[in-house]
């Protein structure tokens, strides 16, 4: 009882808060989610997300580098192609631009780094969507499944470490792990994608990809209203044989990922997507909030529900402001 319980006896100094801090976000544990554009001869800003840009090939072996000694722990890899169509063949031709960027950075980097690649379509279709469409324009999940195998076979031999199927089709990461097992790519990893929600936040990376879709993605993505069905997708993708699972977008979701957590016998990523990005950045500029400790801040929260790895497009900067132990 007050007064011989007093908790602010922890907070009175700075060395005591850092003694007895909860919860701590490493470099390690961040991975930068980076764009490389087919045919680009400068780097290209990306108006709605500012200090993001389309790379060209030796503007992206800079910037990885660059995260790389800040410490960041990973790179997410995503491919802008010069020309798509309808079933996103770009995608699998070992010399698009995803998979030749794929060798650019293994040769660069080798292992010292965790090198993934975005597995989907989505980039790569006329359309804008993740998959192949059937007669009535419907995304055929089957056929779609026939297609991520042989990008799969792609990236691995491209040089990825790990492979990141986004498209939320049933069965993915299943299809994908056989595809691997059967080539030799044993020791190539299935990030899953196991709870992506069909978000409003992801407008400005659909800038940052030049997306093609009109219309919506609902019929695969997830209803941001469910909780149990994410677990279910969890659980499948668990059953399938995926190595880490992913909740996107993040800070509108750490209930998911704190359950998705307590659930998991895998590492817990979670993807803080380009709409948060964007909202801190603008707020920021404008003097609405301190941009460094607003950064730090939502970071922190993810992590402290539960994440294990944080996709962030401030994963080299904010690797400069955090503790490297």
């Known amino acids: 009882m007050f007064p011989n319980h007093r908790p602010r006896r922890l907070r009175r100094t700075p060395a005591l808060r850092r003694l007895v801090s ?3 976000v490493r470099p390690r544990q961040l991975v930068l989610p980076m764009f490389v554009k087919e045919g680009a001869t400068e780097p290209t800003a ?5 200090g993001v840009v389309q790379h060209t090939r030796d503007t992206l072996r800079k910037a990885a580098v660059e995260a790389v000694q800040a410490g960041v722990g990973g790179i997410m890899l995503f491919g802008i192609p010069r020309t798509r169509d309808a079933v996103g063949s770009g995608g699998v031709d070992p010399d698009g631009v995803l998979n030749v960027a ?3 950075l293994r040769a660069e980097l080798g292992d010292d780094t965790v090198l993934m690649s975005d597995l989907c379509l989505d980039e790569f279709t006329d359309h804008g969507h ?4 059937d007669d009535n ?3 055929d999940n089957d056929a779609t499944l026939a297609v991520y195998a042989d990008m799969a076979l792609a990236q691995a031999e491209a040089g990825a470490h790990y492979l990141g199927p986004s498209g939320m089709m049933d069965g993915q990461v299943g299809v994908i792990r056989e595809a691997l097992d059967s080539a030799g790519h044993g020791d190539t990893g299935v990030l899953a994608y196991s709870v992506k929600y069909a978000s409003a936040f992801f407008g400005p990376f659909r800038d940052a990809v030049e997306s093609q879709l009109t219309g919506d993605r609902m019929t695969y993505q997830q209803d941001p ?3 149990r069905e994410a677990l279910r997708e969890t659980a499948l993708d ?3 044989g995926a190595d880490l699972v992913m909740v996107k977008p993040a800070l509108a979701y750490l209930d998911v990922i704190r359950a998705v957590r307590d659930m998991s016998d895998v590492p817990v990523a979670a993807y803080q997507v380009s709409g948060e990005y964007a909202m801190v950045e603008a707020a920021a500029a404008n003097g ?3 941009r460094r400790r607003t950064v730090l801040e939502s970071l922190l929260a993810i992590r402290r529900a539960g994440a294990d790895v944080i996709l962030s497009y401030w994963a080299t900067e904010a690797a400069g402001w955090l503790d490297r132990g």
């Open 288 to 290: 609405w909030l301190d």
């Open 238 to 240: 668990l059953n399938e």
């Open 225 to 227: 209203a469910n909780v």
């Open 46 to 50: 990306i108006a709605s997300m500012p």
């Open 102 to 104: 794929l060798r650019d």
């Open 137 to 139: 324009g419907n995304v």
């Open 130 to 133: 993740c998959g192949v469409l």
């Open 22 to 24: 909860e919860t701590e």
